[in-house]
């Protein structure tokens, strides 16, 4: 069965840092993966994806995530946080059991940055 | 540009009654659409997708139902609403065919279940 996991339900860290927030995941052949954030009562944002091509993936809003096939880690980055980023953030991966392309995703992780 | 719109925003509703959501689609043709509930601000659980017009794929079995009457139209009904039906309601678009798999996201409603 397909799956994404996020370990961390929350992640804490001060504004100007680095973060990560993580994601692995369990696919069965070449994994489709997304990373979306959610604000209070608000629909999920689509911040970026991987495909093929290169691991480092960019985004919106200074965000980039790096794949590891290895690791099977789709871990979401941010070179020094902001206040505004407190959200919620999810990971998701399509699952190819669909004709719809469908998503599944993971728990969710919450991010706070203090200032 | 895409947009999607969700109405209404908030829904309060005793159980036992009827809920019709409805989902709207600017600027593409073709969507995939999908129909999620989100529950307690986490975890997103597919109810039910549409690859086209008239055809419905229910993930969950439940006492909701969808409906797609037009090409971006996308209706999410129950005829008789369970406490439990409470939640966050969102719908989704996606690019049909595999160019993209990204979906995109209304702004949501939230269905209090009284």
């Known amino acids: 069965a397909q799956s994404v996991a996020q370990p961390e339900d929350q992640v804490n860290v001060a504004e100007g840092n680095p973060l990560t927030v993580k994601c692995t995941y369990s696919?069965?052949?070449?994994?489709?993966l997304f990373w979306y954030v959610q604000y209070p009562n608000r629909g999920l944002q689509f911040l970026l994806k991987?495909?093929?091509?290169?691991?480092l993936v960019k985004g919106s809003y200074g965000f980039e995530a790096e794949f590891n096939k290895s690791q099977t880690s789709f871990h979401l980055k941010k070179p020094s946080a902001l206040v505004s980023d407190s959200a919620l953030y999810f990971c998701a991966v399509r699952d190819i059991t669909q004709a719809g392309t469908a998503l599944i995703f993971g728990k969710g992780t919450t991010l706070s940055v203090s200032s | 540009s895409q947009t999607i719109h969700q109405w209404p925003a908030t829904l309060v509703q005793p159980v036992g009654s009827p809920l019709s959501l409805e989902c709207t689609v600017e600027g593409t043709s073709n969507p995939n659409l999908y129909w999620y509930r989100q529950a307690a601000g986490r975890g997103l659980q597919l109810l039910f997708y549409s690859v086209g017009i008239g055809q419905i794929s229910s993930e969950v079995p439940q006492n909701l139902s969808a409906s797609r009457p037009q090409d971006r139209q996308f209706i999410l009904s129950s005829k008789k609403l369970l406490l439990s039906d409470s939640g966050f309601y969102l719908c989704?678009?996606?690019?049909?065919?595999?160019?993209?798999?990204?979906?995109?996201f209304g702004p949501g409603t939230r269905l209090t279940v009284t």
């Open positions: 696919v069965s052949g070449n994994p489709y």
């Open positions: 991987y495909i093929t091509g290169d691991n």
């Open positions: 989704a678009w996606g690019l049909a065919g595999r160019s993209s798999y990204e979906q995109y």
